[in-house]
């Protein structure tokens, strides 16, 4: 097993209690379950990104969201950190995919047409996120946003 594995625990996400997410679609609000969060870092000869992917639920619906940061120097790539920023997604060719968002509704997940997610505020020593994000879908048109705050991630190095 690697030292990264070793390091798993992912019952630092059920301590996480200050963590909170909601999702507004259809004039409701709804408050979601944190399924998962993880920071990851890739490494390639010409770029390297930390990635974060977050997994929310509550019955039938889910939302995932995985935001592309960087690039970043070797040196950078190593601290818990993320830009604040909006990291934006589009399904034209060509456009932006740093923040995807992905809903999921009964058995089924939408094709997402634009999304975006906005950090607001990272705490690197108690590794939590806080923002708010953006997502329409196409065939069926659905639009939905929310916001995510204090929430836990793991940080697999």
């Known amino acids: 097993m690697s030292a990264a594995c070793q390091k798993y625990n992912p019952a630092e996400?059920?301590?996480?209690?200050?963590?909170?997410?909601?999702?507004?679609m259809n004039g409701q609000s709804t408050s979601l379950k944190?399924?998962?969060?993880t920071l990851l870092r890739t490494?390639?000869?010409?770029?390297?990104?930390?990635?974060?992917s977050l997994e929310a639920y509550i019955d039938t619906m889910k939302v995932v969201m995985n935001i592309a940061d960087g690039p970043y120097p070797t040196a950078g790539l190593a601290n818990d950190s993320l830009q604040l920023k909006t990291?934006?997604?589009?399904r034209k060719a060509g456009a932006d995919t740093s923040g995807r968002v992905v809903l999921g509704i009964k058995d089924r997940f939408y094709v997402t047409?634009?999304?975006?997610?906005?950090?607001?505020?990272?705490?690197?020593?108690a590794r939590t996120?806080?923002?708010t994000y953006y997502i329409q879908t196409v065939n069926p048109v659905?639009?939905?946003?929310?916001a995510f705050t204090k929430v836990c991630y793991l940080s697999i190095k």
């Open 34 to 37: 944190i399924k998962s969060s």
């Open 43 to 52: 490494e390639s000869l010409s770029r390297s990104f930390k990635l974060l």
């Open 87 to 90: 990291y934006s997604y589009s």
């Open 13 to 24: 996400l059920v301590n996480c209690e200050k963590a909170a997410m909601n999702v507004h």
């Open 113 to 125: 047409d634009s999304a975006a997610v906005t950090i607001t505020e990272v705490d690197v020593a």
């Open 129 to 131: 996120i806080t923002g």
């Open 142 to 146: 659905r639009e939905a946003n929310g």
